[in-house]
Antibody, heavy 120, light 112 residues
């Protein structure tokens, strides 16, 4: 059974750095056919892809947010970490991690999401 | 503003057939496959259609997808009240700035 669970702060202040962790089970981050994406959704708005990482450490970032994002993985802990620097109130959103299949770049399993609010 | 264009809303009565469109460009839909996600109120998105027209195990065959050129469509036949949700299309985008996954703006489906 594949599951993903996001964890991290619910509230961050403007200019701070956000660190989110995705803990996966039911598949291995060393699996060559799988990776993990981060996607966010501001309240009442559309989904926005942020980044992904595969087992071979191939990474890709949203063009518009690339300078602020870093994605990494700890295979032994089954965790993928996303950091986003210089947080702003417009970054308030539910942040999801989702498994990504390498062969067709499909996010087939999603975590429940974690709401992050940026406010002083 | 989303890279893929969807109508903001759609509606139908129980039993009807509804289609939702998704328009893109040569760098995304035109050269890559399209996925569709269903997001029920207050829940995480769920994969509904992948590779343009494939249904994951457990998705009813009332849901179908198609793609032509730089556009794609999701069709829901035999509409049911439980289909009331937001629907998003997504595709890989091979832009000059680097590969990205792009989503549509979402379509809110109302079952009247």
């Amino acid at each position: 059974q594949v599951t993903l669970k996001e964890s991290g702060p619910v509230l961050v202040k403007p200019t701070e750095t956000l660190t989110l962790t995705c803990t996966v089970s039911g598949f291995s981050l060393s699996n060559a056919r799988m990776g993990v994406s981060w996607i966010r959704q501001p309240p009442g708005k559309a989904l926005e892809w942020l980044a992904h990482i595969f087992s071979n450490d191939e990474k890709s970032y949203s063009t518009s947010l690339k300078s602020r994002l870093t994605i990494s993985k700890d295979t032994s802990k089954s965790q993928v970490v996303l950091t986003m620097t210089n947080m702003d109130p417009v970054d308030t959103a539910t942040y999801y991690c989702a498994r990504m299949r390498y062969f067709d770049r499909t996010n087939d399993y999603w975590g429940q999401g974690t709401l992050v609010t940026v406010s002083s | 503003q989303s890279v893929l264009t969807q109508p903001p809303s759609a509606s139908g009565t129980p039993g009807q057939r509804v289609t939702i469109s998704c328009s893109g460009s040569s760098s995304n839909i035109g050269s890559n496959t399209v996925n569709w996600y269903q997001q029920l109120p207050g829940t995480a998105p769920k994969l509904l259609i992948y590779s343009n027209n494939q249904r994951p195990s457990g998705v009813p065959d009332r849901f179908s997808g198609s793609k032509s050129g730089t556009s794609a469509s999701l069709a829901i036949s035999g509409l049911q009240s439980e289909d009331e949700a937001d629907y998003y299309c997504a595709a890989w985008d091979d832009s000059l700035n680097g590969p990205n996954v792009v989503f549509g703006g979402g379509t809110k489906l109302t079952v009247l």
